[in-house]
């Protein structure tokens, strides 16, 4: 994903250099959206963000690029309010949830595959997953003295994803602060690990609200 995209060069409509900014800065008129999620936001590829910042900055650009504001100018800038307003949501809804950011980043770094491996058992909680089929397989045959034993199976895994997350935590900042590679592939393994437990807890409570 990283350098598909080029930004504009110079203005559409008048020609002058325009960098990377969003409106031309001699003309006035919208340019073409940046389709780099962190570029659109002006913000730097980092994995901790402060979450108000980014709010203030999704506001102020929803504001300058309502579709409301370009009926009167050219079709070109009414055709890029809209693209831009579409980018805006995808990027505000990715970056401002850690987990999908992260899954963000990886992509934009060239990490192929990020979600299907979901499906991989993770051979660490092999055995707490045989177990949990059992209990599984017993309440939908409708032994309740199962419940219990889901409802123990699920708090072990909701405790398993605190702990994945607070590991995140740690990894996020030492990438931010390393940009190393390595990083980001203990982070794509945890996020296997935390979308894995994740798929379990929706299962048993899938089960227990029957
Ligand atoms: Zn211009």
Known sequence: MQDTFKHAEAC?????????DLFCRYCNSLQPPD???FRFFGLEPRLKLDPEDLQQRYYKLSRLLHPDR?????SREREYSLEATAILNDAYRTLRDPIARA????KREGFENVEPRSKNVDL???EEVFELNMALEELRAGDE??????EVARDK???MRSEIDRDLQDLFEEYDATRSREILEKIRRLLDRRRYVQNLVAEVDRELSN
């Open 157 to 159: 895994f909701l405790a």
């Open 12 to 20: 559409w409509q008048c020609g002058t250099p325009a960098e990377q």
């Open 124 to 126: 660490e909680l092999l």
């Open 145 to 150: 003295s199962a419940r219990p034993q889901l």
């Open 35 to 37: 389709l780099d999620y």
């Open 103 to 106: 899954e963000y980043v990886l």
């Open 70 to 74: 370009y009926t009167r100018k050219t």
